[in-house]
Nanobody, 117 residues
Framework: QVRLVESGGGLVQSGGSLRLSCAASGSMFRITTMGWYRQAPGKQRELVTTITSGGSTNYADSVKGRFTISRDNAKNTVHLQMNSLKPDDTAVYYC???????????WGQGTQVTVSS
């Protein structure tokens, strides 16, 4: 079992920055890829960015050049630095961790990010 706890959300003006953190605990030896997803009101949950245990990253086109994911395997934490925020970035942001044996996805409870215009 893996537990994920997000923090760092809040209200920020357009153009501002926020840093989200995800603290993981439990059977972390099973975890490979971790990432951030978001869900805006009335919309489906969408991928923001992922990072493998080896440090390879993937970003949604909408956040490339503005968001940066990082991972500290020793501390079991993942961070999301969000710069140049836009009102369209407003959503609940969820941390996700994927295990390989057995294959399973773990989710955090989410943290609200609100960007005012």
């Amino acid at each position: 079992q893996v537990r994920l706890v997000e923090s760092g959300g809040g209200l920020v003006q357009s153009g501002g920055s926020l840093r989200l953190s995800c603290a993981a605990s439990g059977s972390m030896f099973r975890i490979t890829t971790m990432g951030w997803y978001r869900q805006a009101p009335g919309k489906q949950r969408e991928l923001v960015t992922t990072i493998t245990s080896g440090g390879s990253t993937n970003y949604a086109d909408s956040v490339k050049g503005r968001f940066t994911i990082s991972r500290d395997n020793a501390k079991n934490t993942v961070h999301l630095q969000m710069n140049s925020l836009k009102p369209d970035d407003t959503a609940v942001y969820y941390c996700k961790a994927e295990s390989i044996s057995p294959p399973y996805s773990y989710w955090g409870q989410g943290t609200q990010v609100t960007v005012s215009s």
